[in-house]
């Protein structure tokens, strides 16, 4: 079985620019999630959806955004990029959305330079 | 909000020696997740937990999910080169967002 995959694996932009990052799950995975990692902060929760409806919200600004498919293939997009941006993002997918059992296997992610 | 300490932040060990790392939490989890992060790479699960006191193993490695449901160690013993990476431990309760510490960076001396 494929593991997750996400696109592109690197990308370069500028201060001001808009980013889409996009992530294909585990085949029959219905749930993603998103995180952002950096150094100084770690694995930071950005939202999961689960059959194409956001289901959590961590604490980003409104600039992050997301939305999933009906093939459970999601997106999350960031406007108006600032650098502190900078930092590689991570999707994560798991059967179902917040059950006890909800072992989460994650994409080898995109890593996002704002320049 | 819900955190998790997670300890030691760095680790260096000589080859062979064993491997303990922990994580604590305000908040009682459900479930414990165990991560490892290569360079470059998104984290790999080891070993998953689901009832408190339960201990399981995965090759060299083993984790505990502690009693009170706060807390959770992982052990790698006879450690070897290709053990180097973060790891990272992830609790979850109810229907929130995995939570994660800010991981031990483990490096092995040959």
């Known amino acids: 079985k494929a593991g997750v995959t996400q696109t592109p694996r690197y990308l370069i932009k500028t201060r001001g620019q808009q980013v889409t990052l996009s992530c294909s799950p585990i085949s029959g995975h219905r749930s993603v999630s998103w995180y952002q990692q950096t150094p100084g902060q770690g694995l930071q929760f950005l939202f999961e959806y689960f059959s194409e409806t956001q289901r959590n919200k961590g604490n980003f600004p409104g600039r992050f955004s997301g939305r999933q498919f009906s093939n459970s293939r999601s997106e999350m997009n960031v406007s108006t990029l600032e650098l502190g941006d900078s930092a590689l993002y991570l999707c994560?997918?798991?059967?179902?959305?917040?059950?006890?059992?909800?072992?989460?296997?994650f994409g080898p992610g995109t890593r996002l330079t704002v320049l | 909000g819900q955190q998790l300490n997670q300890s030691p932040q760095s680790m260096f060990i000589q080859e062979g020696e064993d491997v303990s790392m922990n994580c604590t939490s305000s908040s009682i989890f459900n479930t414990w997740l165990w991560y490892k992060q290569d360079p470059g790479e998104g984290p790999v699960l080891l070993i998953a937990?689901?009832?408190?006191?339960e201990l399981t193993s995965n090759g060299r490695l083993t984790a505990q999910f502690g009693i009170t449901r706060k807390d959770s160690f992982l052990n790698i013993s006879a450690s070897i080169p290709s053990d180097v990476g973060i790891y990272f431990c992830a609790g979850q309760s109810g229907n929130t967002p995995l939570v994660f510490g800010k991981g031990t960076r483990l490096s092995v001396i040959a």
């Open positions: 937990l689901y009832k408190a006191g």
């Open positions: 994560a997918s798991s059967f179902l959305a917040g059950a006890s059992y909800n072992e989460q296997f």
